[in-house]
């Protein structure tokens, strides 16, 4: 599945070779048309490959993407950052999708990835839970990760580690274009002695903008 919020840059070279020895005809003018109308298509193409994935199971339509997110901040011995999010329209096409996705086969699912990551700054072993961040957005819905679609984001840090994945959100009630801010809350981490040391995560961003 093509869940994740990276997307891809494509280009495009196109060589174009003239003999200057020889006096330009009919035929050559009607390559040269031919090769400009192959370049204008050929132009067209690396767009429609970067928002659209598709395969024998689903068709992944990006339609919002912001890899400089650049959330970040800090709660006690951890810092943390969300860096980038991803809005899809995902139809449904095989009875496999369809059973990973509690959907049916021509369905059409909306999803939000955000890509996260977390260091623990001590030498001490933590537990931050990035990977079970809540989110609630502006069309009333609170949403837990889809931890089966998502990248998983380890929670046990032992000493100076850094952590990073991503997390899938499936809407449930509303649709990607509804969206304008998704608000993001993580539990405080806590200490081998399951004692808290820093604060809950409460953090709010723009999308469709």
């Not at 990006?62 to 991803?86: A, H, I, M, R």
């Not at 990835?113 to 961040?133: C, K, P, V, W």
Request: glycine share 6%; hydrophobic share 30%.
């Amino acid at each position: 599945m093509v869940l994740g919020a990276c997307g891809s840059d494509t280009t495009k070279i196109s060589d174009d070779d003239s003999n200057n020895s020889k006096p330009a005809d009919n035929s050559s003018q009607g390559n040269q048309e031919e090769d400009s109308n192959q370049e204008e298509q050929n132009n067209d193409q690396p767009s429609n490959d970067e928002n659209v994935q598709e395969d024998d199971d689903l068709k992944v339509t990006n339609t919002y993407t912001n890899k400089e997110l650049g959330v970040s901040g800090t709660t006690g011995p951890f810092n943390y950052e969300f860096s980038g999010v991803q809005l899809k329209k995902i139809e449904v096409k095989s009875e496999y999708a369809a059973s990973m996705l509690d959907a049916k086969i021509g369905d059409t699912v909306h999803a939000i990835t955000i890509q996260a990551s977390a260091e623990n700054t001590s030498e001490d072993d933590m537990t931050f839970y990035l990977g079970q961040a809540t989110i609630i957005t502006n069309t009333k819905e609170q949403l837990e990760p889809d931890m089966f679609l998502s990248e998983h984001i380890e929670g046990e840090y032992l000493g100076q580690v850094r952590h990073e994945g991503f997390n899938v959100y499936v809407l449930k009630n509303s649709t990607v274009d509804d969206l304008t801010s998704i608000e993001v809350r993580v539990n405080a981490p806590i200490d081998a002695d399951w004692n808290n040391v820093g604060d809950d995560v409460k953090q709010t961003f723009e999308v469709n903008k």
